[in-house]
């Protein structure tokens, strides 16, 4: 059950805690309404040594009503990130302060409003980044660095809780927490167990100055019933995280410290607040607690030097038979606490021993002579100091090293403290450095050379010891980088320029040496600018070159620039005549004198753009030439002097046309599907071109075919049996002779060799050979060989495309065939190849009817190769077993009598055998009528 302590009808103020970035602050313990607050601060040792404000930022606001916190980090990789964790902590707070919570009423609800206010915020702080001046005391390099970002703007990422204690609106009161990024907040209950928040810690999750809320916000909100503590702090503590809410301030403070020493530390904010709940304030009856009960009131602990020993005075009023007992712990959680039985009926306590340096809190609670209980009392704190520690050790760079100083100190919860000084006496010292870090480097371009005198002393809570061993630093300061002279930079007007070079840092002013060649006389110029600028110059050759200087020296010179000033260019245009060519093709060419030209300069040309001219320089005011080579050109003129040249003249124009080719033949080449064209060589440089056309004469319509410097040309024929005329003609720098024409010619038109069908083998044992027909074809000639190279061939004229081979014999057969027209052929046809394992089919010759049972004869043709022959009769003409007798002949037997039949009809086929014993097909079947 939480209760409310407000029971008076007095107003309590609102209160608001900035803790400043530039500073430390140490856990620092301050009591607020319902709660019970410790909180630190402490900068990364980098913006310590450069006297900068840290990125992180933490303020908290509060009065009997509510309490709001919110610590934020500034993103280091955008400009200035402690000016967005500044504008957003302030933002937050006075948001999260004003809004009406019970309105929101539920976690989603309370992210969508931050979202939207922190989107208008965005706004305003987006002007503030644009106008916000960088600390003079960052260098340059780093202010480079951050203006380059400024465009990109300023990013945070933040923790924020806003605890309403409770109220009549409220009576459980009410506890919500927003973040985004990875800044950490716990919530934990009554037993110091976290309570899990959900949500998101990923660092993408932010908010920026230009882009307000990027990613996405995480929210929690619940009762504040059963929550007894919240802790939030920056990522400086994230090495701390499982320990850190048991850290005793002392512990604390320690460890805040020893990280700030580290050179690779971060910034920290943090904050730690106790809710004083019922449970935790000690009402007897957790349930319905007595909130006007009696308690004892425990007086402020008077230690102003931080002794080991002090004393605890309380009292409670109407009780003075009560006995009492007090707790100390060493933070406001009071998880560590132990208990101390106060004896009789003392009102008062002192530690039995010396405390150990560190912050100790109490309170005290009373038992009545009933036995009743009380709550505890308000708490309090008391810090025992640590001894004023001993005098550092301190050490000084090299000399030839970069200026620094390092020391080591003794003792806990140490500051230190530099000095410097111009004499060893320290007279009038000036702090160059405060801060936890154990080193700082020594500012030398800001100094003056010098020797320059240090001591460090290092400060505990029991305050300063005594100051180290002197150390010196001889600052030398070396002269300023070598400046460069940037290229002449000429005006409009002969004799003005200006000489610039980049400004050298650290220089305060310019020497500027200036040589008139020649004369060899120079001077040296003073300059406070960059900058140079010469007027009316007379005319001549200057040269410069520059250094920096401050008070203690001056740089090498620069590199050197050469100013020429010459007399203006002249402004008068020439006029160019040409004569010629004579007999001996001598082109003169003759112009007018033009004021202030010391010189002529001739461009000739084979183009009109004089884009690849030659040049030709005299102080004459004609110039001849001999042009005997075909083709054209251009001249032109102008005048020149020591400030350049003038206006070109007028353009003048040669032209020398070359002769036609002497001669030009075309000749067809025997298989008529080239025609070779060939020409007379002109002579010189020249290109030829080639037209085809259908008649001679200019009347004919020409097609060019090709141009080049050849003087014959392979033309492949397309069109034949139609007359064909060409023409050439020479063309030099662009003037072309006259044509020259060839005789017509006509191409024979070549005949197409067939193409043969793959052959196949009939079951007669014959292969039909079939070719595609030839246009313009008269006859066929077929090629049969056994061999693939046709060795040995046989071939056979044929009339038709197609024809019957009848294999003699088995084997391989090889086949070709080519289209012949009179005396012309074409080229052979592609080659096709057949197998014939079986020999040919015999044929029997007919016979005459025959008287019966008069013997007859019945013969066939020859076989070559054949071994024998079988001859079947019958008088089936199916020649069924039954009906059939076979015979068999050997070859070269080409016949056979047969004894007499009676009337009707006798049937007869045979066939070839060959030494495989490879029967041919049946030969065809003789049909013998026998008569009565």
């Not at 900058?531 to 040269?543: C, I, K, L, T």
Request: proline share 8%; net charge negative.
């Amino acid at each position: 059950m939480m209760f409310n302590f407000g029971k008076s009808s007095e107003v309590v103020p609102i209160r608001t805690q900035r803790v400043p970035q530039s500073i430390e602050t140490p856990v620092t313990f301050v009591p607020v309404p319902g709660a019970y607050v410790r909180y630190a601060y402490s900068r990364s040792s980098d913006s310590m040594s450069s006297h900068v404000d840290g990125q992180d930022y933490l303020c908290f606001q509060h009065n009997d009503q509510r309490f709001v916190a919110v610590v934020c980090d500034g993103v280091g990789s955008s400009f200035c990130g402690n000016l967005a964790a500044r504008i957003l902590g302030d933002g937050l707070l006075e948001w999260l302060w004003a809004v009406d919570i019970t309105y929101l009423n539920g976690a989603a609800a309370v992210m969508e409003a931050a979202v939207s206010a922190l989107n208008r915020l965005q706004k305003q702080a987006r002007h503030e980044v644009e106008e916000h001046e960088i600390p003079e005391q960052m260098s340059p390099l780093i202010k480079q660095a951050l203006e380059s970002q400024r465009a990109y703007g300023s990013e945070a990422i933040f923790a924020a809780v806003r605890i309403d204690h409770p109220s009549p609106m409220i009576p459980d009161g009410l506890i919500s927490i927003c973040w985004m990024g990875d800044t950490r907040i716990h919530a934990l209950d009554e037993d110091g167990k976290q309570i899990d928040l959900g949500g998101s810690w990923d660092n993408a999750n932010r908010w920026s100055t230009t882009q307000g809320v990027r990613g996405k916000m995480s929210s929690w909100m619940q009762e504040l019933l059963g929550v007894g503590r919240v802790v939030a702090y920056t990522d400086g503590l994230s090495a701390h995280a499982d320990r850190l809410i048991a850290y005793s301030d002392d512990k604390l403070d320690r460890e805040i410290r020893a990280g700030a020493r580290l050179p690779t530390s971060d910034d920290v904010a943090f904050i730690d607040i106790a809710l004083r709940t019922v449970r935790y304030e000690g009402y007897p009856d957790l349930d319905e607690p007595d909130i006007a009960a009696e308690r004892p009131h425990l007086e402020q602990i008077w230690n102003p030097t931080g002794a080991p020993t002090y004393e605890l005075r309380w009292n409670m009023p109407g009780q003075s038979n009560a006995s009492f007992m007090l707790q100390e712990a060493t933070y406001p959680a009071l998880s560590d606490a132990r208990m101390i039985d106060i004896g009789g009926k003392e009102t008062s306590w002192r530690p039995p021993e010396s405390q150990l340096p560190g912050h100790y809190y109490y309170r005290v609670r009373g038992v009545n002579r009933r036995g009743v209980v009380t709550p505890w009392s308000e708490l309090r704190q008391v810090i025992v100091s640590y001894p004023p520690p001993p005098a550092p050790v301190l050490q000084a760079s090299e000399p030839g090293e970069m200026p620094s100083l390092a020391w080591e100190g003794e003792g806990e919860a140490l500051d230190y403290a530099l000095e410097e000084a111009t004499e060893p006496a320290f007279e009038n010292p000036a702090v160059v450095y405060e801060g936890r870090g154990a080193g700082w480097p020594v500012p030398a371009g800001a100094y003056k050379p010098g020797t320059y005198f240090y001591r460090v002393r290092a400060i505990s809570d029991g305050g300063p010891g005594p100051w180290s061993e002197i150390r010196q630093i001889e600052i030398t300061v070396p002269p300023p980088p070598k400046p460069h002279l940037a290229t002449v930079g000429y005006s409009h007007f002969s004799g003005e320029y200006e000489l610039r070079w980049q400004p050298v840092p650290g220089a305060t002013r310019y020497e500027l040496e200036e040589i008139e060649q020649g004369s060899e006389t120079s001077q040296i110029i003073t300059l406070a600018d960059s900058s140079y600028r010469v007027g009316d110059q007379p005319d001549g050759q200057y040269v410069y070159r520059v250094r920096a200087c401050h008070e203690f020296g001056c740089s090498d010179w620069s590199n050197e620039q050469t100013v020429v000033v010459t007399p203006p260019a002249p402004v008068d245009v020439p006029h160019l005549s040409i004569e010629g060519p004579d007999d001996t093709h001598t082109v003169r060419l003759t112009w007018n004198e033009v004021a202030g030209a010391g010189r002529y300069v001739i461009e000739i040309s084979e183009e009109k753009s004089f884009r690849n001219a030659r040049v030709q320089t005299l102080t004459d005011l004609s110039w001849e030439i001999v042009r005997r080579e075909p083709g054209q050109l251009f001249f032109r003129v102008c005048g020149v002097n020591l400030g350049g040249e003038g206006p070109w003249s007028n353009i003048e124009h040669l032209v020398n046309e070359p002769p036609a080719p002497a001669w030009f033949e075309a000749a067809p080449s025997e298989d008529g599907e080239h025609i070779d064209l060939a020409w007379g060589a002109v002579g010189g440089s020249v290109t030829y071109v080639l037209e085809q056309g259908t008649e001679k004469g200019d009347r004919g319509t020409f097609t060019e075919i090709y141009q080049g410097e050849d003087t014959h040309f392979d033309l492949a024929v397309d069109e034949r049996n139609k007359p064909l005329s060409f023409r050439v003609r020479a063309d030099v720098a662009g003037v072309s002779s006259d044509w020259q024409y060839s005789d017509p010619v006509q191409a024979v038109v070549l005949l197409t060799p067939p193409k043969l069908d793959p052959p196949d083998l009939n079951k007669e044992g014959e292969v039909p050979l079939r070719w595609s027909p030839v246009q313009d074809a008269g006859h066929y000639v077929l090629d049969v060989s056994r061999d693939e190279h046709f060795a040995g061939t046989v071939s056979k004229q044929v009339d038709r495309p197609g024809i019957v081979f009848r294999p003699p014999s088995s084997g391989r057969y090889w086949f070709r065939v080519r289209a012949c027209r009179g005396t012309q052929e074409s080229a052979p046809s592609n080659i096709v190849a057949v197998q014939v394992r079986q020999p040919s089919a015999p044929s029997l010759w007919p016979l005459d009817p025959v008287i019966a049972n008069a013997p007859f004869e019945v013969s066939w043709t020859g076989i070559p190769g054949c071994v024998y022959y079988e001859l079947q009769e019958s008088a089936d003409e199916a020649f069924e077993p039954g009906t059939t007798s076979t015979t068999r002949v050997f070859h070269p037997e080409q016949k056979m009598k047969v004894s007499g039949h009676s009337a009707g009809h006798v049937y007869f086929r045979i066939r070839a055998v060959d030494g495989a014993q490879q029967p041919s097909a049946w030969s065809n079947v003789l049909v013998i009528e026998v008569n009565g």
